[in-house]
């Protein structure tokens, strides 16, 4: 059974750092699953902040996070993490971590998630 767990949140101050991380098990052969994560807010769509297609892949961000957030993973360790630098109020919601077979970053073909890990950007 894959599993993906996601840890890190919490309630930081506008230009504030956090760092997400995510523990992948049950996965075969991880190196060879893409990776992302997703933000989600209460009534909205969740949506794709950033992805990380394979280890010499190269990464996409959202444009509201770019140059803030940094993806990357341990595929020696089965993770994955999100560093967030600069954050602002309106990164607030529930970062999911998720994973895709393959080398892809669109959006739809993630499938697996992880339960979810709420940052508050607050003063």
């Known amino acids: 059974q894959v599993q993906l767990v996601e840890s890190g949140g919490g309630l930081v101050q506008p230009g504030g750092s956090l760092r997400l991380s995510c523990v992948a098990s049950?996965?075969?052969?991880?190196?060879?699953?893409?990776i992302a994560w997703f933000r989600q807010v209460p009534g909205e769509a969740r949506e794709g902040v950033s992805c990380?297609?394979?280890?010499?892949?190269?990464?996409y961000y959202e444009d509201s996070v770019k140059g803030r957030f940094t993806i990357s993973r341990d595929d020696a360790k089965n993770t994955a993490a999100l560093q967030m630098n600069s954050l602002k109020p309106e990164d607030t919601g529930v970062y999911y971590c998720?994973?895709?077979?393959?080398?892809?970053?669109?959006?739809?073909?993630?499938?697996?998630w992880g339960q979810g890990t709420q940052v508050t950007v607050s003063s």
């Open positions: 998720a994973a895709a077979y393959g080398n892809t970053c669109a959006w739809l073909d993630f499938g697996s």
């Open positions: 049950g996965f075969t052969f991880w190196e060879n699953y893409a």
């Open positions: 990380l297609s394979r280890t010499d892949g190269m990464a």
